[in-house]
């Protein structure tokens, strides 16, 4: 049987990158764009909530601060799979197998 997390409890990636390394090392969404060679926009975004963390970023931030890439796509993982949950009822699809 599988455990299911209640969607309250997954932290989005993004906000908590935000928060837990961008802010308190006193960082600007431009200069660190930059030092990604990314764009401010594609950063913004994704600190704020507003798109997904792709692997290439998580590399980024797994070099740039020393936080695992694959910790923070299973941060999003578990981010993605709480806001599907909170849906689940809509998805009306019949069970393929006998149960």
């Known amino acids: 049987m599988a455990l299911k997390m209640h969607p309250s409890l997954a932290v989005n990636v993004g906000d908590w990158i935000r928060?837990?390394?961008v802010e308190p090392h006193g960082l600007k969404i431009k200069e660190l764009a930059e030092h990604f060679g990314v764009s401010r926009q594609a950063l913004s975004a994704l600190l704020n909530g507003r798109a997904h963390l792709s692997a290439d970023m998580a590399i980024r931030f797994e070099k740039a601060f020393g936080v695992k890439a694959d910790t923070l796509m299973r941060m999003q993982v578990a981010?993605?799979?709480a806001q599907a949950r909170i849906h689940e009822a809509d998805l009306h699809v019949r069970?393929?197998?006998a149960a």
């Open 95 to 97: 069970s393929l197998v």
């Open 19 to 21: 928060t837990e390394l």
């Open 79 to 81: 981010w993605d799979m």
